[in-house]
């Protein structure tokens, strides 16, 4: 068996976080040392362990593996028809901090919470 740079060993399944932007879930490791492979240009994760775990969360539900995100109906039933090859958590809890909300606008993107909620709720 050939061990690719995503395998994680099942000792390490408890160390799985979902990025609460786009939802690909990686070890928390993988989000420090090397960011989120969607968010990285805009959220900047990488080498700050802090930030990673506010805009990650270890409470996930589901998982969908994306071998072709862009001719998948199911990349598109989950709005994950835009990023890359992987692993996506179908729902993803937690609140996502202000500082990162704030940076998303300035990029000019819309945030929708990926735990079935939605972020306008009064």
Request: glycine share 6%; aromatic share 10%; with cysteine.
């Amino acid at each position: 068996m050939s061990s690719g740079s995503n395998f994680v060993p099942t000792n390490q399944y408890r160390h799985l976080r979902a990025c609460m932007v786009c939802s690909v879930v990686q070890t928390q490791q993988k989000f420090i040392k090397d960011g989120c492979p969607n968010c990285e240009d805009y959220l900047n994760f990488r080498g700050q362990p802090d930030f990673a775990d506010d805009c990650t969360s270890p409470v996930f539900e589901g998982l969908i593996t994306l071998r072709d995100p862009k001719n998948s109906w199911v990349a598109k039933w989950q709005r994950l028809d835009g990023y890359r090859k992987g692993v996506y958590a179908v729902k993803v809890s937690g609140n996502l901090p202000i500082e990162a909300l704030d940076m998303l606008a300035s990029h000019n993107i819309e945030y929708r919470p990926r735990d079935g909620s939605d972020v306008n709720q009064d």
